[in-house]
């Protein structure tokens, strides 16, 4: 990380919570909040399984309408804790593991619509989650950076996809190559988030924000949510097809 970034400690076993994802329920909005803050909430293995888990559950409860992905403390995340580099297992063993529980496509795929609560540091993998998520609404302090290029690697958390498809393919590769950090402002300029807020009404905006959102049936968010993203892959015929079958299925459900 540059200067302009965190630079948090190895985490002691002392330090670490009992808990690294922290599920809870309010009303029909499923609160994720990652809980490493004692090192801005770097995911490691264990964040990224209970990440998994809890999103699992989001997946199957039917009285969830919508989903908030938040973290503890003062940041939101700042990507991959880099002190377990080095100590993953063989790279079979890993491809095995990711593809055997890819948290990522299970956040994209979400049935329900998904507000990423930034603030403090959204960084590498953290930004990439927001990315994933289906808005994101950031508390004025926020800075956001894509560094991983400047550390001999690509952005591993999809961002190489999600980055062109929400801000254009300049902006994207702006932001890859340079690892510039840029603010709230102009990450709303770009599109990278929809709202700012102050700090201390963060949480509140993005709740109120959600319970609005929940209001829409499951079977519509997630038959809306995969028009869109699987017709970004898609020729603008076969998507135009896409969209009517789906169309024709929720008709079915009312």
Not at 115 to 125: D, F, K, R, S, T
């Amino acid at each position: 990380m540059s200067a302009a970034g965190p630079k948090p400690s190895p985490a002691s076993p002392a330090s670490e919570p009992s808990t690294t994802v922290v599920l809870a329920k309010r009303g029909p909005v499923a609160w994720l909040t990652l809980n490493r803050p004692a090192v801005f909430n770097a995911y490691n293995l264990r964040m990224r399984d209970e990440l998994y888990q809890a999103l699992w559950a989001v997946h199957h409860d039917p009285e969830v309408g919508a989903m908030v992905l938040a973290g503890a403390g003062s940041a939101f995340c700042t990507g991959g804790d880099l002190s377990e580099f080095g100590h993953a297992p063989s790279p079979i063993v890993a491809r095995w593991v990711r593809f055997r529980r890819d948290v990522w496509q299970l956040l994209r795929s979400l049935p329900v619509v998904s507000i990423a609560a930034l603030h403090g540091y959204a960084v590498g993998g953290g930004l990439e989650m927001a990315l994933l998520c289906d808005f994101a609404i950031a508390a004025s302090d926020t800075r956001l950076s894509l560094p991983e290029t400047g550390m001999g690697m690509i952005p591993g958390v999809a961002g190489t996809q999600t980055a062109p498809r929400r801000l254009g393919l300049g902006w994207a590769l702006d932001l890859a190559l340079t690892g510039r950090w840029i603010d709230a402002n102009l990450a709303r300029r770009i599109g990278l988030v929809a709202e700012i807020t102050p700090p201390s009404q963060l949480d509140a905006r993005v709740q109120r924000l959600a319970l609005k959102l929940s209001l829409i049936p499951r079977q519509l968010s997630a038959a809306l949510r995969c028009a869109v993203w699987e017709g970004l892959e898609l020729p603008m015929a076969q998507a135009l097809s896409h969209e009517r079958q789906l169309a024709a299925r929720v008709k079915s459900f009312t």
